[in-house]
């Protein structure tokens, strides 16, 4: 398990969140809401702070002021850090603490709606992260690998940081001794889904499929299906140790772009790599994926807080030109049934409704 797992979040006025204040798994923790309710919002806020915290950052004031604005506008990419803070009439400020167990003191900072790239730190944990934090966005990167990293070294680019971060991550050489051992030990059920291995040569991946065709060659990346891609990234990733019994995975929209026999799949492996010690977050507006993560977790017998978080983000009003006048909270429960509402399932069973009626 990841040495210090994020158990709270608690956020005032960052993005469409006006005031949140939830609990969270240290095992799988699944973001459900809306469009515009701030789901990639969340897990690129976490994964910016714990980015912040990875590593030998120096646990100062000032160290870690400069090297929070740094992954906030590296991750979200506004034109000026203060248009991250929640738009309202006047000024505001934002504010975001991070809580991770075994640490005594959270991470608490904000920042102004109108600063640059100030940002006021109000408490400082006392001890750094050494799990990796590890982002995917919807899109697969194995296919955009070559070339990558060094794109982001030498041009502008408008690709948000956490391409880069992971490509990096994705190049790293995989485990031997008893670590990879212990890694392929891992991997024997997920590879089992895409019935082949990963393999980099010459900074290009591919996939070796054992029923690929003349008896089993690989294939390049690119040349697979988008599914294979995603699982082949978490293969690449258990397989050079980040995540490993331990790390930090955010998964923004696993299943975007693939059928339900892939996304079931990807349920499968997310679980798997909770159970292994990675701490997951994913977040999702499938009802297909809510329903495979129940049934996938429904045999588990977990003590409360060991148990997976669902966090529903919910608006209270309608947005209102540039502004909100709500804002939007959350709610963490064990059981998606206890949720308040759940945009996707709503939108289903209406469109049942209605086809019902043909």
């Not at 990879?180 to 997920?190: D, K, Q, R, V, Y």
């Not at 977040?283 to 807080?305: I, P």
């Not at 060991?306 to 804002?327: H, K, T």
């Amino acid at each position: 398990m990841a040495q210090h797992p994020i158990v709270g979040l608690q956020v005032k006025g960052f993005g469409p969140l006006e005031s949140i204040d939830i609990p969270l798994s240290p095992t799988l923790n699944i973001v459900t809401g809306g469009n515009a309710t701030g789901k990639s919002q969340v897990l690129k806020l976490l994964y910016a702070s714990t980015r912040s915290l990875n590593g030998d950052t120096a646990l100062t004031k000032s160290a870690l002021s400069s090297g929070i604005a740094e992954a906030l506008t590296g991750v979200f990419r506004p034109d000026q850090l203060g248009r991250l803070a929640r738009r309202v009439q006047g000024r505001s400020r934002a504010q975001v603490g991070v809580k991770y167990k075994g640490i005594s003191d959270p991470l608490v900072f904000n920042f102004a709606s109108n600063a640059q790239s100030e940002v006021r730190v109000d408490s400082i944990p006392s001890e750094n992260l050494s799990d990796t934090p590890v982002f995917f966005p919807s899109r697969e990167l194995l296919s955009l690998y070559p070339g990558l990293v060094s794109l982001f070294e030498t041009r502008e680019v408008e690709f948000d940081e956490t391409w880069r971060d992971t490509a990096s991550l994705l190049g790293r050489p995989a485990l031997r001794g008893p670590r990879g051992e212990a890694a392929n030990h891992l991997l024997e059920p997920i590879l089992e889904e895409i019935e082949g291995t990963v393999v980099e040569e010459n900074g290009r991946f591919y996939v070796r499929l054992r029923d690929g065709g003349a008896g089993g060659g690989k294939i390049e990346a690119h040349l697979v299906s988008e599914g294979f891609r995603k699982l082949a990234m978490v293969i690449r990733l258990v397989s050079n140790g980040v995540l490993l019994e331990g790390g930090y995975l955010f998964w923004d929209e696993p299943e975007a772009n693939l059928n339900p026999t892939t996304q079931r799949a990807i349920a499968r492996v997310i679980v798997a790599l909770a159970n292994s010690g990675t701490q997951v977050f994913v977040a999702t507006h499938s009802v297909f994926m809510l329903r495979e993560f129940q049934l996938l977790l429904a045999d588990q017998s977990l003590d409360e807080r060991s148990q997976p978080r669902y966090i529903g983000l919910f608006r209270e009003s309608q947005p209102q030109g540039d502004s909100f006048a709500g804002g939007v909270r959350a709610e963490s429960v064990l059981d998606p049934a206890d949720l308040s509402s759940i945009a996707a399932l709503e939108a289903e069973s209406s469109q049942s409704l209605r086809y019902l009626e043909i």
